[in-house]
């Protein structure tokens, strides 16, 4: 079976939509086989939204494999931001651009394996990070991040303690200042900020 960020066109679609509630917000998201949890909600994402301080977010936002959308569209529904969402994945692209029409948002969405087709640089840049794709590519993905963040820019990413959390803060302090901002169920939530650092 194809992982999920491959793109496999024989893989029989079956789109299911969802009712999600986050932060007493209601959002209509469709999913389908071959995207990352197509179940509903996963829980680190969801872990993630609640955790950000979202009055903060403002400027220009990348959602780093958005799947099929709820982190660029939860923080273009709740703030002024100029969001994008990127990913490999060309089923997800598609639902994501369904759940931005249906959710009533305005995101640029894109295909981009890694960064190849970023061209801005953001304030943020938030992700669900792709555990499947093995360490050296994930760690490749938050190193690369702070290429594309403005000096003052802030990485903010969910992982789970059995994925590697712990190694990912140590890797992460390299190039970034860390800060453990949730813990729940074994999601970390964390953030990286450049503070000014080229
Ligand atoms: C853990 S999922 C998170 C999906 C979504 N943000 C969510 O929270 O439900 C990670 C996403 O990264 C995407 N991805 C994997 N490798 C990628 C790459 N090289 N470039 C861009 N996106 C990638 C996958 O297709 C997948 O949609």
């Known amino acids: 079976m194809a992982h999920y960020f491959e793109n496999d066109d024989t893989l029989k679609s079956a789109i299911h939509q969802k009712e999600v509630i986050i932060k007493n917000q209601r ?49 273009a529904q709740n703030t002024n931001a100029e969001v ?3 990913d490999v994945n060309r089923r997800s692209l598609e639902l994501a651009r369904k759940n931005v029409s249906t959710n009533h948002v305005n995101v640029q969405v894109y295909e981009s ?14 992700s669900n990070p792709p555990i499947r794709v093995g360490k050296k590519m ?3 993905i938050l190193e690369d991040a702070k290429e594309h963040l403005k000096s003052n820019g802030e990485l903010w990413i969910v992982i789970h303690k059995d994925q590697g959390a712990k190694t990912t803060i140590e890797f992460l302090r390299q190039f970034y200042t860390v800060e453990i901002k949730n813990k729940n169920k074994g999601f970390y939530v964390i953030r990286g900020t450049k503070n000014g650092i080229i």
Do not use: A
């Open 138 to 140: 994930l760690y490749q």
């Open 84 to 86: 994008h969402m990127i």
């Open 113 to 126: 394996n890694l960064y190849e087709n970023v061209k801005d640089k953001f304030d943020f840049i938030i």
């Open 27 to 75: 959002f209509t998201f469709y999913t389908d086989n071959g995207v990352f949890s197509k179940k509903g909600l996963d829980f680190g994402t969801r872990t993630l939204l609640e955790t950000l301080d979202i009055d903060r977010i403002t400027g220009k936002v990348l959602d780093f494999g958005c799947g099929y959308g709820p982190i660029g569209i939860y923080v």
